[in-house]
Nanobody, 125 residues
Framework: QVQLVESGGGLVHTGGSLRLSCAASGLTFSRYTIGWFRQAPGKEREFAAAIRWSGSLTNYADSVKGRFTISRDNAKNTVYLQMNSLKPEDTAVYYC??????????????????WGQGTQVTVSS
């Protein structure tokens, strides 16, 4: 059974940092591209970042580019999202998702096969 478990969310002030983790089990992790998505209250889920299954390529939404960094440790079956210079508009539930041998160039959530339950990130002004 495939499981993706997010952790690391919390409450921070504007300008602060958080590091989210996505721990995977039940799949051959090194074959999966991992994406981070987020959903703010009353808004649709949106793409934030993705890292290719090989770790060789990444992609970021314009809204987070230069502030967020996605990385992976295939030995630990874990993907990280380092979030710096956080803004109130980054407040959302953050989800990780996995797609088999997927490319990072598409930001569509519909190509992802597996999803975690999400972790709340709140940035206060």
């Amino acid at each position: 059974q495939v499981q993706l478990v997010e952790s690391g969310g919390g409450l921070v002030h504007t300008g602060g940092s958080l590091r989210l983790s996505c721990a995977a089990s039940g799949l051959t992790f090194s074959r999966y591209t991992i994406g981070w998505f987020r959903q703010a209250p009353g808004k649709e889920r949106e793409f934030a970042a993705a890292i290719r299954w090989s770790g060789s390529l990444t992609n970021y939404a314009d809204s987070v580019k230069g502030r967020f960094t996605i990385s992976r440790d295939n030995a630990k079956n874990t993907v990280y999202l380092q979030m710096n210079s956080l803004k109130p508009e980054d407040t959302a539930v953050y989800y990780c998702a996995a797609k088999l041998y997927g490319e990072v160039t598409t930001s569509s959530q519909y190509v992802y096969n597996y999803w975690g339950q999400g972790t709340q990130v709140t940035v206060s002004s």
